[in-house]
């Protein structure tokens, strides 16, 4: 598959700054450390990881929200991160967000039709924005009537599924899905998750999923890169991630997962990680994991590891793989 | 013997819109030393029933029925009775451990606070028994600890603390609504270990309100599945999963992503707007194996196999389930 996106050594920072009395020091959470993966033309890349592992700072970055500290972000050839305030306008068409909340991300004084034409408007898109709305309501199951009528009177699953239809309003290549489920019960996320695989099948476009919850992911993604601390502790295909996972921060996420299945639940067994993510002020030093690993040993303290291929469409960062 | 008893509890708030009824008979029992999950989704009623049983819903709400503990009688009981019991016989801990927390006092004193409250311990024999219950609870360096403030604790940490007051006065039922839902799953994994352990040792009936499948799956013994402010199904843990005798609970299970599965199968339609619930089933809007029966009356709750159902055609659905099963 030809590649859409390519991102290379991503870092953002950012600066806390904390007046505290007589001292004043300047303070850097480092949310993105050296971060790269690719996304292919109609493919799905599943992020996942706890709070604080830089999930959602990746996607913004991406979209060009964020300025990243350093690296570089190659989208179809072009590197966003050099691209002026009006050529990335021009670019923004080609990539759309979706975010997690929708009832926070729709304008309630605005019709929905309203909303779902504001970037046709925005990007200065010609013709006729009525029959455009209806038509991305239709491909988001939802009926061209529907313009007419005001956020509060639709309920948490069919406002995703605007806030959907106006990220395909410019038929975009590649979508930035931002937890897109985990605000709506699990009889209605079926339904959501569904309506992403058809309109990936139908239009073709690639989708950058982030989410904490795992199944899902597994369900729609087809590589996954799992974070940490601000980095990527291991990347690769879905099957290979989740059935032999390398990583013991992988083992141990995915074995922290509780099944619906009371008899696997019973058998199985977990691995209990001590303690919370450690805070992305002051990481710890080498492997960022090791301070809750059960296999760290000094060299995780002394050297980073990268990222390293364990075998086919399977890369890992850590010493002692298992 | 039940240790705590909910019966025909109906709960209803008036609003500009008329009234919204969340709550509409449910009756539940909790055995002591069990661990009685309670599954619904958004509205069906499960925080409203328990907040009701604890006395917390605001004045304006209208609350009918009976919630026993140990066989007193909590609705429509003083104020003054309510206190007596709210802590000390039944605790509940929330969803953000934050908002439970004092960020202005040390989490001792709180600790210590909640203590005396419902004994005459001395403020030194307080401050150990505190030092005492987060040990239990697995906060590290307890003494120590004690004396610091919530900001100084991470997420997990503050639910421990918060577990630690909810038990400071060996309470017989201990209501955990969705304790771990603001939690990150390996710290989830964390928490649930420490609610099973403190039911195993101190034989404290649990009530754990979810909406996640998998989290009453490694914990729960009995489940209660609630929709639209009534009970639907009743089963152990094992009948629930293995076989699901109301439709919704068998759509909610199917709509689990399962492994090998290329579409999921989200259940239809949305739940009822509570303000005009539906005259029959509140889930026959949505249910595939409707009737009309199922649209003219509610049906109550009946013994089927070794489960309890709301559906009065469970014994077709049953037919129809084990022809397709609905477990991928």
């Known amino acids: 598959m030809a590649e859409l996106l390519k991102v290379e050594g991503l870092v953002k920072n950012f600066e806390l700054r904390a007046n505290s009395g007589i001292r004043r020091s300047k303070r850097i959470v480092q949310a993105v450390s050296d971060v790269s993966f690719s996304v292919g033309r109609g493919e799905t890349l599943g992020i996942v990881g706890e709070s604080g592992s830089g999930k959602t700072t990746v996607g913004r970055c991406v979209m060009g929200l964020l300025d990243p500290t350093s690296g570089s972000i190659m989208f179809d050839g072009n590197d966003i991160t050099k691209l002026s305030f009006e050529e990335m306008r021009v670019l923004r068409r080609r990539l759309q967000i979706v975010f997690q909340d929708p009832f926070a991300s729709l304008d309630p004084k605005m019709t929905i039709g309203a909303s779902i034409a504001e970037p046709l408007v925005v990007q200065e898109v010609s013709g006729d924005h009525d029959e455009r709305v209806a038509e991305m309501l239709n491909l988001v199951g939802l009926a061209p009537d529907h313009a007419k009528r005001f956020p509060h009177e639709f309920s948490g699953g ?113 691995i209990m990680l001590e303690g919370d993510v450690p805070s992305p002020v002051d990481p710890p030093s080498g492997c960022r994991f090791r301070t809750r690993c059960w296999k760290a040993t000094d060299k995780c303290a002394s050297e980073t590891p990268q990222l390293a291929a364990v075998g086919a469409g399977q890369s890992v960062a850590c010493h002692f793989p298992e | ?48 029933t328990f907040l009701a049983a604890m006395g917390l819903l605001p004045a304006k709400a209208r609350v009918t029925g009976s919630v026993t503990i140990d066989g007193q009688e909590l609705i429509g009981a003083s104020a003054k009775t309510i206190r007596s019991v709210r802590g000390k016989s039944m605790s509940m801990i929330f969803q953000d451990p934050l908002s439970a927390l004092n960020p202005v006092h040390r989490v001792g004193d709180q600790i210590v606070e909640m203590i005396q409250a419902h004994s005459s311990a001395t403020d030194a024999d307080a401050w150990k028994r505190a030092i005492e219950l987060l040990d239990i609870v697995g906060i590290p360096q307890p003494d120590e600890r004690a004396s610091q403030y919530p900001h100084e604790f991470s997420g997990g940490m503050r639910q421990r603390v918060v577990i630690a007051m909810a038990i400071a006065n060996d309470p017989k039922v201990l209501i955990a609504d969705e304790p771990t839902t603001a939690l990150d799953v390996t710290v989830q994994a964390q928490i649930l270990e420490v609610i099973q352990r403190i039911q195993d040792r101190f034989r404290t009936a649990v009530v754990l309100i979810t909406h996640d499948l998998g989290v009453i799956a490694r914990v729960a013994h009995r489940v209660n599945v609630l929709y639209a402010g009534r009970n639907v199904e009743r089963a152990s843990v094992d009948d629930l999963f293995n076989q699901p005798s109301h439709p919704y609970t068998q759509g909610l299970l199917a709509s689990l992503p399962h492994e090998g599965q290329s579409r999921l199968t989200p259940i239809s339609g949305f739940p009822p707007n509570m303000l005009t619930p539906p005259p029959g089933c509140g889930f026959a809007p949505r249910c595939a194996f409707v009737s009309p029966e199922c649209e003219s009356a509610i049906p109550d709750m009946r013994a089927f196999g070794t489960s309890a159902t709301a559906c009065i055609r469970a014994e077709s659905v049953e037919l129809k389930v084990s022809g397709g099963g609905t477990r991928g």
């Open chain 2, 1 to 48: 013997m039940s240790v705590l008893s909910i019966k025909d509890l109906h709960a209803t708030f008036p609003t500009p819109l008329g009234d919204l009824r969340a709550v509409r008979g449910i009756n539940l029992d909790v055995e002591a030393s069990e661990l009685m999950g309670v599954v619904g989704e958004s509205g069906s009623g499960k925080s409203v």
């Open chain 1, 158 to 270: 069919q406002r995703q599924r605007v806030g959907i239809a106006r990220a395909l309003a410019l038929d975009p290549d590649l979508i930035v899905l931002d937890e897109p489920v985990s605000a709506l019960d699990v009889s209605i996320q079926a339904g959501v998750v569904n309506l992403f695989a058809d309109l990936q099948e139908r239009l073709g476009m690639s989708y950058i999923f982030i989410a904490h919850d795992l199944s899902v992911v597994r369900h729609i993604a087809h590589n996954v890169a799992v974070m940490y601390l601000g980095r990527i502790v291991e990347i690769g295909k879905k099957e290979e991630i989740y059935t032999n996972p390398r990583h013991p921060y992988t083992k141990a996420l995915l074995s922290a997962v509780p099944l619906p299945n009371p008899t696997v639940e019973r058998t199985r067994r977990r």
